[in-house]
Structures are given as structure tokens and as C-alpha cells.
């Protein structure tokens, strides 16, 4: 296994479940990471379910007509997982609204990095505030984006550390399997938890069952600023 010194109470920020060397952990992807995050952000759109349509149609087009190499990753969670706040942290800038309820973010929202990267903010699954019809729609909003857009490169699942995998969980992971769609899984709040290993043990459990004993575990806390830098790195990876 690869093990990181930090400055956590555990030794980890990156865990392989197989054991195998991580490719983005060099100095390449690290120079890569530094020129794509510190570039100017800006707000490509915000979408919702009654504008997606026409914008995924019109990237469709724009990908049959020319050679475009424009790279999506979508950052994905359920509510109150600290999307915004990991959002912001990765950027460098304060640009999605962060809140202390669940459901701020009800649209998906696309941040354009400069060089055809862009990174989605999508609304958090599971409860939120809102009434039902408009908790469904956001869930039909993310089902439809992640089968139908044709640049989506990664999806980052965001699991709150604290309260581990849950039944919902389950089902974006098995959803993302389905629709033979990549991803990483990315805990979040990890200066709340004292034991990594507890964790990384529950986390092989549940992904053995789901055929996911390939993935690679980020770690990361935006309040000891622990694991940005390698989930960076990992975007960087996959924007070659």
C-alpha cells in the first residue's frame, strides 16, 4: 500500500484498495495541477432541468463537428457532504455558495478552468431542502447530465467520513457502474475521524461487494487543507 505522511492522526491521504502504485503522484501532475487550479475561474453556467437539454444537444454537435478535447469532472455527493466548500478549496477561490443547510446548490454548475477543463458542482443527493418534486427533479437533473454528456472525463463521489457509505451512496456507485461512467471516491471531513484504518476496512467491505476493489481513496479535509494537492494532482492526471 502507499502510505503519506500528514498531519492527521492517521498516515494516509491516498489509499489504493489494490495495492498498486498511484500514476499521478509525480512531479509532472503536480506542475500540471499547478497551472490548471491557479488559472482564472470563471462561471461558464448554471443549469438547470429546463435549460440542460439544449446545452448538452449543443455539445453534442460541437464534438461531431470538430476535434474538441474540452475535459468535464463532476463533483458529486450526497447533501452536506461539503461539495461547495471542497469546491472552493480545490480552486483556490471562494465561487460556490457554501451554506450550514443541505440543498443550496440546486443546479449544476459549470466552472470553466481555462484550456477546455471545467468542473461541475452538482446538487447534493438525499435530503435536501425542498419539496419533493423539486428533490426529484435535481436527481433526474444529475441522471441525465451524467448519461448524456459527451466530455464527462471523472466523477468525484464525495462520502462524508463521519457516517461512511450509505444505502444512497450505493446506488450513485452503482448507478456510475452501469452507465460504464469512471470514478473516484473522495472522503471528505477527515479531521473529524481519528482512525483511518476503520475506515479504509469498512470502505474495501463495501466496494469488494460492487466489483470496485480497483479504486483509489482520497482523503481529504478542506479545514487542515490535508489531500488537496493529490486530488488535484488526480484531476491533472486525467486531463492528458
Not at 495541477?33 to 448538452?56: C, H, Q, R, T
Not at 440543498?103 to 419533493?132: H, M, W
Request: charged share 25%; hydrophobic share 35%.
Amino acid at each position: 500500500m502507499l502510505f503519506k505522511q500528514t498531519q492527521f492522526l492517521f498516515s494516509t491521504t491516498i489509499f489504493d484498495l489494490k495495492g498498486e502504485p498511484i500514476q499521478f503522484l509525480k512531479p509532472k501532475y503536480s506542475q500540471m495541477a499547478s497551472e490548471i487550479f491557479y488559472k482564472m475561474v470563471k462561471i461558464e453556467g448554471k443549469f438547470e432541468k429546463n435549460n440542460i437539454d439544449n446545452f448538452l444537444q449543443q455539445q453534442q454537435k460541437e464534438q461531431e463537428l470538430s476535434k474538441i478535447k474540452r475535459k468535464e469532472f463532476l463533483i458529486i455527493g450526497r447533501s452536506n457532504v461539503g461539495k461547495s466548500s471542497l469546491l472552493n478549496a480545490l480552486l483556490g477561490r471562494n465561487v460556490a455558495e457554501t451554506s450550514n443547510y443541505p440543498g443550496k446548490t440546486r443546479s449544476l454548475d459549470f466552472y470553466n478552468l481555462g484550456q477546455s477543463k471545467v468542473i461541475v458542482d452538482s446538487p447534493g443527493y438525499g435530503f435536501a431542502k425542498g419539496n419533493k418534486k423539486d428533490v426529484q427533479n435535481w436527481g433526474y437533473l444529475m441522471q441525465y447530465y451524467i448519461k448524456n454528456t459527451p466530455f464527462l472525463k471523472q466523477s468525484y463521489i464525495l462520502i462524508d467520513s463521519e457516517h461512511g457509505f450509505k444505502e444512497v451512496d450505493s446506488m450513485t456507485l452503482q448507478l456510475m457502474q452501469s452507465l460504464e461512467k469512471p470514478f473516484t471516491i473522495v472522503f471528505t471531513k477527515c479531521d473529524k475521524i481519528s482512525k483511518i484504518e476503520e475506515l479504509v476496512q469498512k470502505s474495501r467491505e463495501k466496494l469488494e461487494k460492487h466489483i470496485y476493489s480497483s479504486q483509489v481513496l482520497h482523503f481529504t479535509s478542506v479545514r487542515n487543507r490535508t489531500g488537496l494537492s493529490e486530488l488535484q494532482q488526480s484531476i491533472a492526471f486525467y486531463c492528458e
